[in-house]
């Protein structure tokens, strides 16, 4: 599912709320969790998951056209776990129709 699509969902549920609205909206929670990310918090949100931050320490890698050793430097990169909640509605809609991923 897209941005776009999450907002064409909401106008879909919402009809109160106007095309700018759910565009304001989405695009508003979307800067907020950027901005908590990139201070390095986490966003827990009960029942569906937590996003973070871990830290890759610098390693060495290799260059795949030369096969050279490469100094890779450490990094920040965001994560998800998913909550138990949404693991077992994910889990418990797979088993209800196994045609529906498909």
Not at 7 to 12: C, D, R
Not at 34 to 39: E, G, I, Q, W
Not at 49 to 64: D, I, L, Y
Request: net charge positive; proline share 4%; glycine share 8%.
């Amino acid at each position: 599912m897209t941005k776009r699509e999450i907002i064409e969902e909401l106008l879909t549920r919402r009809q109160s709320f106007s095309r700018r609205d759910s565009e304001t909206t989405v695009n508003a929670i979307f800067d907020e969790m950027t901005k908590v990310l990139a201070r390095g918090d986490r966003i827990e949100l009960r029942g569906f998951g937590t996003f973070g931050v871990k830290e890759r320490g610098a390693r060495q890698g290799r260059n795949p056209k030369t096969g050279e050793l490469v100094p890779v430097d450490s990094k920040r990169v965001p994560f998800f776990r998913a909550g138990k909640e949404l693991r077992i509605e994910v889990n418990g809609a797979a088993q209800d129709d196994p045609f529906e991923s498909r």
